[in-house]
Each structure stands twice: as structure tokens, then as C-alpha cells.
């Protein structure tokens, strides 16, 4: 089975920027969506963006639109969340995901079958 792990979550002040990484090992579909999800304490986990391994199109939930964006690196075997603008309320664990399927209009969704171990994201107002 693939296995993902996330790096790059920490502390930052209200405004600021964290890049976030998920390397993948193992074999991951080029149609396979892969995406971000977060879980803030008390709170639901909840999709943050997604995309096809292979590339394509990317998907934003409406909170993180035009301030966060997924990519990823093909010589790296890596996907990136660069996160901008950064708010108090985007603070939780990030996760990076795998579904077996292909990503669209409804990619937040339980589905997804691989899951790295998690990465801090703490924004101070």
C-alpha cells in the first residue's frame, strides 16, 4: 500500500506563509485524487484542496480559495499545500490523502483509503 507522510506544519503569526509536503512511496494512480484535509480541535474534518497525482484540475474549499494552492512535484513524488495569507482559523492538523478514484465536484468525501500520520499548523492572530 502507498504510504504518505506530511512535513512542514508549524507555528506561524496571522498573515504568514507555511508550504506543506506530502511525500508518497509505494504506487499512487496518476488518476488517483490526492488532497488535503484539516481538523481543527472541536471540529469536523473538513476537505482543503485536492488534485489528481497525475495533475489537472485543482479543487478548493470556498475558506482556503485564492489563499492556498496544490501542487505537486513529479521529480520529487511530492504534493505541496502553499499556504498564504494565513488566519487563526486555519489552525488544526493537516492530513494529506489518497482516493482510489479520480478528483471533482465531489472530492471531499469518505472515500479516501490512505492517510499520512498528520502535520501541525498553528496560526497566532
Known amino acids: 500500500q502507498a504510504q504518505l507522510v506530511e512535513s512542514g506544519g508549524g507555528s506561524v503569526q496571522a498573515g504568514g506563509s507555511l508550504r506543506l509536503s506530502c511525500t508518497v512511496s509505494g504506487y499512487v494512480d496518476t488518476d488517483n485524487c490526492m488532497a488535503w484535509f484539516r481538523q481543527a480541535p472541536g471540529k469536523e474534518r473538513e476537505g482543503v484542496a485536492a488534485?489528481?497525482?497525475?495533475?489537472?484540475?485543482?479543487f478548493y474549499a470556498a475558506s482556503v480559495k485564492g489563499r492556498f494552492t496544490i501542487t505537486r512535484d513529479n521529480t520529487k513524488n511530492t504534493v505541496y499545500l502553499q499556504m498564504n495569507s494565513l488566519k487563526p482559523e486555519d489552525t488544526g492538523m493537516y492530513y494529506c490523502?489518497?482516493?482510489?478514484?479520480?478528483?471533482?465536484?465531489?472530492?471531499?468525501?469518505?472515500?479516501?483509503?490512505?492517510w499520512g500520520q498528520g502535520t501541525q499548523v498553528t496560526v497566532s492572530s
Open positions: 488534485m489528481n497525482f497525475g495533475g489537472g484540475k485543482q
Open positions: 490523502a489518497r482516493d482510489m478514484f479520480s478528483c471533482g465536484g465531489s472530492w471531499d468525501r469518505p472515500t479516501y483509503n490512505t
